[in-house]
């Protein structure tokens, strides 16, 4: 495993994956935003810029930059942590999936494996 040259700078699949899924996920909140889901005021104009931060660390996770990791990491977080709160409040299963799967995805970028290859 030393005899290994570092990857640094090439992405792993699942950085990929994750990037398309939450780039999705962004996508719909944008358009629930916009078609008044949140509400009209402070609400939508917050989620609105949660999701612009999300899309540029997601686009800066694709280029393999730290602060992109970072941005990403923490939008995992926030999905992770409002859907377990809606799940709680409704007992909706969607919720509980959809943040499973951003647990997993927030796991999954905090290896070492995907660390080591940031810029």
């Known amino acids: ?6 990857a640094r ?7 990929a994956g994750i990037c398309l899924f939450m780039l999705f ?23 609105l810029a949660l999701c612009t931060l999300l899309v540029a660390g997601i686009f800066g996770l694709l280029r393999m930059r730290r602060w992109g990791w970072a941005l990403v990491l923490a939008g995992c977080v ?4 409002g859907d377990f709160f809606f799940f709680e409040k409704t007992r909706s ?6 943040g ?8 999954y ?5 995907v660390r080591s290859r940031l810029r």
């Open 1 to 6: 495993m030393a005899d290994e040259p570092k």
């Open 93 to 98: 299963g969607f919720f509980l999936i959809r």
């Open 109 to 113: 970028l905090v290896r070492d494996e």
């Open 78 to 81: 926030m999905l992770f942590t």
């Open 9 to 15: 700078g090439q992405m792993l699949p699942g950085v």
């Open 100 to 107: 499973m799967f951003s647990l997993v995805f927030f796991l």
């Open 25 to 47: 996920l962004t996508l719909m909140n944008v358009f629930g935003a916009m078609r008044n889901t949140f509400g009209m005021g402070v609400a939508k104009y917050g989620v």
